[in-house]
């Protein structure tokens, strides 16, 4: 069987791209109900240009994740302990870039605010996006539970 690595990875990282701005909105507005008003009249453009900057900061996230996809799928463990690691790296991989980002100078307590609450929003996105999405193994090289060995 074919491994979808790639397939997998890149719909993880588009589903976040599109999907977090929205979970970000909803947080924000969960944290001040008159700042979720406000917010509303914009919510289009600001999803425009959250989506256009997602794409373009995070492609070298993406390009990461479809390398780590790759290589832990075709380790010889449980599809569990694949996606476990791989929600682990996405994890890591996205604080990273909001660190490169945004945290590596200091910055006002509302501005924290503000990148924390998007960096959840992308964490927790792409957490759902590779525990849902259906993980192809790799089995190249690899004897599958199925296959017999005849002596």
Not at 10 to 18: D, E, I
Not at 23 to 43: Q, R, V
Not at 47 to 69: E, K, M, Q, R, Y
Not at 71 to 94: A, C, E, F, M, R
């Amino acid at each position: 069987m074919t491994s979808n690595s790639f397939r997998y990875a890149t719909k993880v990282w588009l589903t976040s791209v599109v999907v977090a701005p929205f979970l970000y909105f909803l947080i924000s507005g969960t944290f001040d109900i008159k700042k979720l008003h406000i917010e509303a009249a914009g919510l289009g453009l600001y999803t425009l240009f959250a989506i256009a900057f997602g794409l373009l900061f995070s492609i070298p996230c993406w390009t990461i994740l479809i390398f780590a996809v790759k290589i832990i799928n075709k380790q010889n463990v449980s599809l569990t302990s694949k996606k476990v690691i791989i929600i682990l790296i996405g994890v890591v991989l996205t604080y990273l870039l909001f660190y490169l980002l945004f945290f590596k100078d200091r910055i006002d307590s509302e501005q924290l605010s503000f990148n924390m609450r998007l960096a959840t929003a992308y964490c927790l996105t792409n957490i759902i996006g590779m525990t849902f999405y259906k993980l192809e193994p790799d089995l190249k090289g690899q004897k599958s539970s199925t296959q017999h060995v005849h002596l």
